[in-house]
């Protein structure tokens, strides 16, 4: 079975440019999550998807950042413009329902905004 | 105050040491889960457990084992006869009920594990 798939999985931009994260989730898991995660520290929850519809997306920097998930499946996570601060590994991951379910992770995309 | 801690930031050992990983959570909710996730230099969560908060039986896994707490509400990780291969950044996660019935997860920081051949 296949995991959890992301692209790219490095990024390097120049600030003020835009950037866009894809996710394929396993099939059949209707949760979708996209992390934050910085240098030394664990992942911080930007957007949960339950199928198409965004749910917890109080941490989500709306400013800059958006996100989708058509059809309920596959994810695209966009910064636009990108800043210094937003250099990071974003991080994918999806699971069967979100009743305290365990999340199964993509390898992330690592993103460099200089 | 965070959810979750993990006041171990990194942690060095000699290969064949037992290692206990600490983590210490906050909840006022009655039902919640816990989680430990290991990420090895590679960069992917690989899940390791889960716990229900109704649940305080310890569990075994091979080398590893878990100790569930309620009355500390700590969730503390042991590797025995630690290995190479244990090296990685284990994380600890609390899910906590939201609106709707799902549930909202809190990472700790992590701890580093190295273990020296």
């Known amino acids: 079975e296949a995991g959890v798939v992301q692209s790219p999985r490095y990024k390097i931009i120049e600030k003020k440019q835009p950037v866009a994260f894809w996710c394929n989730p396993i099939?059949?898991?209707?949760?979708l999550y996209w992390y934050l995660q910085n240098l030394g520290q664990g992942p911080e929850l930007l957007i949960r998807?339950?199928?198409?519809?965004?749910?917890?997306d109080s941490q989500l920097p709306k400013d800059r950042f958006s996100a989708e998930r058509l059809k309920g499946v596959d994810s695209t996570l966009k910064i636009q413009p990108a800043e210094l601060g937003d250099s990071a590994v974003y991080l994918c991951?999806?699971?069967?329902?979100?009743?305290?379910?365990?999340?199964?992770f993509g390898p992330g995309t690592r993103l460099t905004v200089l | 105050a965070q959810k979750v801690t993990q006041a171990q930031t990194e942690i060095s050992v000699v290969e064949k040491e037992d290692v206990t990983l600490d983590c210490v959570y906050e909840?006022?909710?009655?039902?919640?889960?816990l989680f430990w996730y290991k990420q090895p230099p590679s960069g992917e969560l690989v899940f390791l457990i889960r716990?229900?908060?109704?649940?305080?039986q310890n569990e075994i896994s091979g080398r590893y084992s878990w100790n569930f707490q309620k009355s500390t509400s700590s969730f503390n990780f042991t590797i025995t006869a630690s290995q190479v291969v244990d090296s990685a950044v284990y994380f600890c996660?609390?899910?906590?009920?939201?609106?709707?019935?799902?549930?909202?997860?809190?990472f700790g920081r992590g701890t580093s594990l190295i273990v020296h051949p």
């Open positions: 996660a609390l899910s906590e009920a939201a609106s709707g019935g799902s549930y909202i997860p809190t």
């Open positions: 099939s059949g898991h209707n949760t």
């Open positions: 991951a999806s699971s069967l329902g979100s009743q305290g379910n365990e999340q199964f």
């Open positions: 716990r229900n908060s109704f649940d305080e």
């Open positions: 998807y339950e199928n198409e519809e965004a749910v917890d």
């Open positions: 909840t006022r909710d009655t039902t919640y889960y």
